[in-house]
């Protein structure tokens, strides 16, 4: 075995061809062995072997910069940098990330997490080298899905334009960019790819940019290679109108090939693109049919594959009733960032194929473009995950709030999501939503109040409604309590415990423990955190001297703020207080259950606090 042998990427340099090709070989075992134990992103690691293993065997990651865009693609990167070993600790609590971590490792460039900002950040980081004096390379590594966010484009534009020495690898899977087709291209392809090219185009432009009899030649063959190029090979015209040298497509799955095109690339010294075809899910059957659904996997077997068949989630739960709403009314349609299944919007895609739009990476564009929709007569619902509606925040503002238009915003992964942390975790939206004017948050706390709150909100709220619900399953507590603002599930004389969404249910576990304990706990439950009214809020303490406020959201400006501050503003404040939340902090990656736990939001921990408080 290759691999048992490689400690560090300076292993990988030494070893001959052949040996090379055996070790992706034992690369692609390891990733399946491990991520069907782990769960985890397989399909665009399976694809991204051979390119990784040619980037360790050209550049020092322990000095050179290389930053992931999104970081879905370093598994491999990890393995050759000392972490093979620590894999079945993969999306763990005390484990290694699914994303690179520079706390992890010198050689993890950049925090990843979200998509499309590689480019920037690393020509921020050759920008600093030059500024500094120092000498490394930087490298941005990218996947076609990546070039549909705006962000992309801003930093190829940038970068290109500065003549910053910097290399952008674009992994093209096929999955956003249409491949070249057509025997010339595949010829040029195969040409450009060749040492013997690189040396004589070097050797070539030399010599003719001695004379100015030579540099007239030069130009007149540039302008003529350039029309050929725009009719055979357009991404390479379009990179190279924004100032980069284009190198490419080169075959992602040939390891000489690559390193090759990666070593010229590094002597160009100037931004240089480097077009890279690869396969999603190489090596895997069913991930190479299906990469979409091996794209982000839990435990299965590998000898069966992933489970197509879902359990019931939220998501799932949002899909369908958003169906039932769009068979009542024409004017409802469906707006994705890149997200369809993971939102739960495939049966929406199927059944309503005229009313679904899948925009890219782009959330600023989709608010936008909802904006637009409703402006003009539509009902646009906008499913998106917690972490990436950040993206889209000037917009919320600008385009949808501003005017109280009527978008919906189908809020999913909110609170705290587990395996994939710190970048993935939805714990700022309660707070950034509920400052926006206009805008309405509904929170439900199970199945059966999601399908009343997603109608409420598309028929029945005016202006901007976000609804925000969890990743995954829904808890203990089944009723629909989802009327009114603010709902008291029980009474109590003792202390008031509140909360909202999920957190309910580790609010109830506590009021069960405290009342065997002999403390009378009354539990209130708010459906709508924003807007807040004076009324609603003075009934949140009742005739209790203490009140508990429990939510997965940052302690700034966080829901029990807001109730503490009116309650002082109406001279009714409890005489005591407490509020638990994640304070200031970015949690970890983990089972949800675990960092409830870590931050005491669980039953048992909120149970400790309200005793404390009440004695």
């Known amino acids: 075995m290759i691999l048992e042998k490689i400690q560090n990427p300076n292993d990988v340099k030494a070893l001959s061809a052949q040996e090379t090709e055996q070790l992706c070989g034992e690369l692609r075992q390891f990733l399946l062995e491990q991520v069907s134990h782990t769960g985890g992103h397989l399909a665009s690691n ?7 293993v040619a980037i360790h065997r050209v550049f020092d990651t322990h000095r050179d910069r290389l930053v992931f865009d999104v970081g879905h693609q370093c598994y491999v990167h990890k393995i050759l940098t000392g972490r093979r070993e620590q894999f079945s600790t993969l999306r763990k609590a005390g484990g290694i990330s699914g994303f690179p971590k520079p706390h992890e490792s010198l050689h993890d460039a950049f925090i990843a997490g979200h998509a499309s900002n590689s480019v920037s950040v690393a ?3 050759a920008k600093a080298r030059t500024l500094l004096h120092e000498d490394y ?3 941005a590594l990218l996947g076609d899905g990546a070039l549909s966010g705006g962000l992309a484009y801003e930093g190829l534009n940038n970068a290109g334009a500065s003549g910053e020495p910097m290399i952008v690898i674009l992994n093209d899977n096929g999955m956003s960019i249409s491949r070249n087709v057509g025997a010339m291209s595949a010829h040029l392809s195969q040409l450009r790819t060749k040492p013997e090219y690189y040396e004589f185009k070097k050797n070539y432009r030399d010599v003719l940019g001695r004379t100015a009899v030579g540099r007239a030649v030069y130009d007149f063959n540039h302008r003529l290679k350039t029309g050929v190029k725009k009719a055979v090979l357009p991404n390479a015209t379009m990179f190279e109108d924004m100032g980069f040298t284009y190198l490419g497509p080169v075959d992602g799955h040939n390891t000489e090939k690559l390193e090759n095109t990666l070593r010229w690339a590094k002597e160009l010294n100037c931004p240089v693109l480097v077009h890279v075809n ?3 899910g190489k090596g895997y059957g069913p991930a190479e049919r299906e990469p979409g659904l091996y794209h982000g996997v839990g435990a299965f077997d590998v000898n069966h594959g992933v489970e197509k068949n879902k359990k019931e989630d939220f998501s799932a ?3 369908q009733t958003l169906c039932a709403l769009a068979s009542e009314d024409e004017r409802v349609c469906a707006i994705t960032a890149a997200m369809a299944d993971g939102t739960g919007l495939g049966g929406f895609t199927e059944t309503y ?3 679904f739009f899948d925009v890219g990476i782009a959330e600023g564009h989709a608010c936008a473009m909802a904006a637009g929709m409703a402006k003009q007569g539509l009902i646009p619902v906008f499913a998106v995950y917690s972490s990436f509606l950040q993206r889209g925040y000037d917009q919320l503002i600008h385009d949808i ?5 009527h978008v919906v915003l189908a809020v999913d992964r909110a609170g705290m999501v587990g395996a994939d942390g710190e970048t993935h975790h939805g714990i700022f939206d309660a707070t950034f939503l509920s400052d926006i004017p206009n805008m309405t948050v509904l929170c439900p706390s199970n199945y059966a109040e999601l399908r009343t709150m997603l109608r409420r909100a598309v028929f029945e709220i005016n202006g901007p409604v976000a609804i925000r619900y969890p990743r995954g399953g829904e808890g203990a507590y089944h009723d629909d309590s989802a009327d009114g603002n603010l709902v008291e599930l029980s009474g109590g004389s003792d202390i008031t415990l509140c909360a909202y969404g999920m957190m309910i249910n580790n609010i109830l576990g506590a009021a069960e423990l405290l009342s065997a304990q002999g403390i009378s706990a009354r539990v209130v439950k708010i459906n709508c955190i924003s807007p807040f009214y004076d009324r609603d809020i003075r009934n949140v303490i009742g005739k209790c001297n203490a009140l508990l406020v429990a939510e997965e959201a940052t302690s700034v400006g966080c829901v029990g703020q807001r109730i503490a501050a009116i309650l002082a503003e109406n001279r009714i404040a409890p005489e005591k207080l407490v509020l638990c939340n994640l304070n200031k902090a970015f949690p970890a990656q983990g089972d949800v259950g675990e960092l409830q736990r870590e931050f005491g939001l669980d039953a048992e921990n909120l ?9």
């Open 46 to 52: 399976l694809g991204a072997v051979e390119l990784t």
């Open 353 to 355: 194929p005229e009313r």
């Open 137 to 139: 390379a930087v490298l």
């Open 317 to 319: 739960v949002f899909g």
């Open 401 to 405: 709030a501003l005017s109280n238009l």
């Open 607 to 615: 149970a400790k606090k309200a005793a404390e408080v009440v004695r």
């Open 123 to 125: 020509l921020g980081m």
């Open 278 to 280: 690869t396969v999603k």
